[in-house]
């Protein structure tokens, strides 16, 4: 830790102690695809138990019918959270019949682009648009791809820690534009060291092959069934995972909040003629909402976003304009096929440093030549990050080895970590869990997910189903807590309401809301 840094934390600390610790609100966003028992992506709709996807407040889906989304509150305790999402898991459980969800972040066995059904939202104007949003994603990327799940983590501060900040900053501008102004410091940096995510995060070395369907790739064959990169830790952030040539033509720059919402506004109104060849309505069916770079603004494959709640109707364009940002999601983390949810206490307690670290420490502008350096530096982590001897380039242009770079930002993080723990004991023990897979990769998650496909006749298949199986037999045996339970089937039962009367609302035609939406 820096010595200005240090400088920062004693005079937070000195204006009220502990605000660092009691400050931080988590969300997480956890995605997983329903499987049928053998293994196989599922084709039955959303179980109505589980209630509406377009209104529910914690269950919905994501590209694919078949892909559920968790999706916890704000949160202050680690331990609150992590318990949230174990409950939501419970509950879902208990709900799918004989299905199971898959716990690995590339997918199940696939029978094509025509065996992955397209989430469906209800007849609502609102539900239609997300309906047709997918079947734009289809076209543009192929449906493939958009089965990769993965887990997003939602990290802010509050107004308290705010007001204290600002006012040990030496600033005078509004609140908003200061939080916003920090929050966009906060990315730089962690963008700037955001490799360590694939080597600590990272557990999809390997794919089934069924995947690969008539893509082209350098991937080397495991067993009959299945390919992999030896050390490789996330394929997920590879170029198999959710790129797009046409949106590396896209930067957003991260040094004014102005600035990326213009150039986000831009992407979604302006057309791009490869788009423009697919059709917007097409024989009277919409193949997509428009003919820009990008639909609307999510579709950008950022692995970090500035986020602001938009409200009902509003784009989050104009969210971030008009109110600044209110939270930064992180959305480069694999599911931890050997964690029922996905992710652990160690690794929320990690993440919570490296916000909190790259947030106070001074953040010079970045330009784009540095962010296709950091952008290039992390897929060759995603791909060669166990290599021995691997070397990666660092923002500031310096070369080391992964495992020397990773241990200078342990030590970096080490007295910050101290500080936390005075309020939370784990943040010491999470920061000596990372320690160890630096010193150690072969105690990786990808090392580890590897070593299971190896026991299960070198197929990816194979291994996943066996840790679906154990993990949906951990949670049918643990007991459910009532009130978790009550409170899941009451917000079930509700947003189906609430999906109704959305049909019933509606007075405009399809057409006049998306012109409404958009501006036209």
Request: aromatic fraction near 10%; hydrophobic fraction near 30%; charged fraction near 25%.
């Given at each position: 830790m820096s010595e200005k840094l240090a400088r920062i934390i004693e005079k937070i600390e000195q204006a009220e102690a502990g605000v660092l610790s009691t400050?931080?609100?988590?969300?997480?966003?956890?995605?997983?695809?329903?499987?049928?028992?053998?293994?196989?992506?599922?084709?039955?709709?959303?179980?109505?138990?589980?209630?509406?996807?377009?209104t529910h407040r914690f269950i919905t889906t994501d590209y694919s019918e078949a892909l559920l989304e968790f999706v916890t509150p704000a949160t202050v305790g680690v331990e609150d959270l992590l318990t949230f999402l174990t409950q939501l898991h419970q509950f879902t459980y208990r709900n799918l019949g004989a299905e199971k969800l898959w716990v690995n972040s590339m997918p199940c066995i696939l029978h094509g682009e025509d065996s992955i059904p397209i989430a469906y939202y209800g007849e609502s104007n609102a539900g239609r648009m997300k309906t047709v949003?997918?079947?734009g994603l289809a076209y543009r990327y192929g449906k493939l791809m958009q089965t990769i799940s993965g887990i997003h983590f939602n990290f802010s501060l509050d107004?308290?820690?705010?007001?204290?900040?600002?006012?040990?900053?030496?600033?005078?501008?509004?609140?908003?534009?200061?939080?916003?102004?920090?929050?966009l410091g906060l990315m730089r940096n962690f963008y700037r060291s955001d490799w360590v995510i694939p080597y600590l995060f990272g557990a999809s070395p390997a794919v089934c092959?069924?995947?690969?369907?008539?893509?082209?790739?350098?991937?080397?064959?495991?067993?009959?069934?299945?390919?992999?990169?030896?050390?490789?830790?996330?394929?997920?952030?590879?170029?198999?995972?959710?790129?797009?040539d046409a949106q590396a033509t896209v930067h957003l720059s991260l040094n004014n909040l102005d600035e990326y919402t213009d150039s986000l506004v831009k992407a979604t109104t302006e057309s791009y003629p490869p788009y423009q060849e697919i059709g917007v309505r097409v024989d009277g069916q919409y193949r997509q909402l428009n003919d820009s770079l990008l639909q609307i603004e999510n579709e950008y494959y950022a692995t970090m976003r500035p986020k602001?709640?938009?409200?009902?109707?509003?784009?989050?364009?104009?969210?971030?304009?008009?109110?600044g940002v209110e939270y930064i999601e992180v959305r480069s983390l694999d599911l931890d096929p050997f964690s029922p949810i996905g992710i652990d206490a160690d690794?929320?307690?990690?993440?919570?440093?490296?916000?909190?670290?790259?947030?106070?420490?001074?953040?010079?502008?970045?330009?784009?030549d540095e962010f296709r350096r950091v952008r290039a530096t992390r897929s060759q982590i995603a791909e060669f990050g166990r290599e021995p001897g691997?070397?990666?380039?660092?923002?500031?242009?310096?070369?080391?080895?992964?495992?020397?770079?990773?241990?200078?930002?342990?030590?970096?993080?080490?007295?910050?970590?101290?500080?936390?723990?005075?309020?939370?004991?784990?943040?010491?023990?999470?920061?000596?869990?990372?320690?160890?897979?630096?010193?150690?990769?072969?105690?990786?998650?990808?090392?580890?997910a590897l070593d299971g496909i190896r026991d299960h006749d070198d197929t990816f298949f194979y291994f996943a189903k066996a840790?679906?199986?154990?993990?949906?037999?951990?949670?049918?045996?643990?007991?459910?807590?009532?009130?978790?339970?009550?409170?899941?089937?009451?917000?079930?039962?509700?947003?189906?309401?609430?999906?109704?009367?959305?049909?019933?609302d509606d007075e405009q035609d399809f057409e006049t809301f998306l012109n409404q939406y958009f501006g036209r």
């Open positions: 400050g931080m609100r988590r969300g997480l966003e956890k995605e997983s695809l329903r499987i049928d028992a053998e293994g196989v992506l599922s084709r039955q709709p959303h179980p109505t138990a589980l209630g509406a996807a377009l949003y997918r079947q107004d308290g820690f705010w007001r204290i900040y600002r006012d040990i900053s030496g600033s005078t501008v509004p609140l908003r534009d200061f939080k916003s102004e920090a929050y092959g069924s995947f690969l369907e008539g893509r082209p790739h350098h991937l080397s064959p495991l067993g009959e069934h299945s390919f992999y990169l030896p050390y490789a830790t996330s394929l997920r952030l590879s170029d198999l995972g959710y790129q797009s602001r709640v938009a409200r009902s109707g509003e784009r989050p364009s104009h969210a971030l304009r008009d109110r690794g929320i307690r990690f993440l919570d440093l490296m916000m909190i670290s790259c947030l106070l420490e001074p953040s010079p502008p970045m330009g784009w691997f070397v990666l380039t660092k923002a500031d242009g310096q070369r080391c080895s992964v495992q020397r770079c990773g241990l200078e930002l342990i030590d970096y993080l080490e007295p910050l970590a101290d500080c936390l723990s005075r309020y939370d004991e784990g943040y010491r023990t999470a920061l000596s869990q990372k320690r160890r897979l630096f010193e150690d990769p072969a105690l990786t998650p990808s090392a580890r840790q679906a199986e154990q993990i949906e037999n951990t949670f049918k045996h643990q007991p459910f807590d009532p009130q978790f339970e009550s409170r899941f089937q009451e917000e079930a039962t509700s947003s189906l309401q609430r999906a109704q009367q959305m049909e019933k």
